[in-house]
């Protein structure tokens, strides 16, 4: 049972470069979500998605953007990478938006901008 | 604001029962109030979810005030590996559900 995959696991990256964080879940489910958690803190949303080609902000976009070709796939794009954006960053997914069902929640990837 | 309010942490003895406290006045009739967990070192996982009435599942119960500001997670005997934060969370009429900071939940042996 995959579930919800997220790659990589970790990643060190110097400031100003870019990456992609993967996320792909398997179970069909038309929303996904982005998280970041800093050390102590909750989880904050940083973008959402209601199904393929549709995607909204949330609480914390800046910095971020994301695109939802598939189903199944969701990818967090940092663009010019800050030392603020040092986190654990969780994907997440649901078949009825998080209102009504259970969110799916992957391992999380930790990543560290120096 | 609309946001669910907890105590920042809680201790508890093993093989008691457990009752974490949630604060969420300004609620809408129709939000559900949902209940995660997350365990050193992991993802957030889901515990329970309601609307109204008392909700009960293998892993814990659910207690939802009549006036529905308020709701109480039931661990009924706590283990060890119950030693988690706790969120509690509602989605205030949208798509999406916001995490505040949690309930940092510490077992006694």
């Known amino acids: 049972n995959a579930g919800v995959t997220q790659t990589p696991k970790f990643r060190i990256l110097k400031i100003g470069q870019s990456m992609t964080l993967q996320c792909t879940q398997d179970m069909n489910h038309n929303y996904m979500y982005w998280y970041r958690q800093d050390p102590g803190m909750g989880l904050k949303l940083i973008y959402y998605?209601?199904?393929?080609?549709?995607?909204d902000k949330g609480e914390v976009p800046n910095g971020y953007n994301v695109s939802r070709s598939t189903t199944e796939d969701f990818p967090l794009r940092l663009e010019l990478a800050a030392p603020s954006q040092t986190s654990v960053y969780f994907c997440?997914?649901?078949?009825?938006?998080?209102?009504?069902?259970?969110?799916?929640f992957g391992e999380g990837s930790r990543l560290t901008v120096l | 604001d609309a946001k669910t309010t907890q105590p920042n942490s809680m201790e508890s003895n093993e093989e008691e029962p457990v009752h974490l406290p949630c604060n969420h006045s300004?609620?809408?009739?129709?939000?559900?109030i949902h209940w995660y967990r997350q365990l050193p070192s992991q993802g957030p996982e889901y515990v329970i979810h309601g609307l109204t009435s008392n909700v009960n599942n293998r892993m814990a119960s659910l207690a939802i005030a009549e006036d529905r500001k308020s709701s109480t997670l039931i661990l009924h005997r706590a283990t060890l590996r119950d030693a988690a934060v706790y969120y509690c969370?509602?989605?205030?009429?949208?798509?999406?559900?916001?995490f505040g900071t949690g309930t940092r939940l510490t077992i006694i042996p």
């Open positions: 997440a997914s649901s078949n009825s938006g998080g209102t009504l069902g259970e969110l799916f």
């Open positions: 969370i509602s989605n205030f009429g949208n798509e999406k559900l916001t």
């Open positions: 300004t609620i809408s009739g129709t939000d559900y």
């Open positions: 998605s209601v199904g393929a080609g549709i995607t």
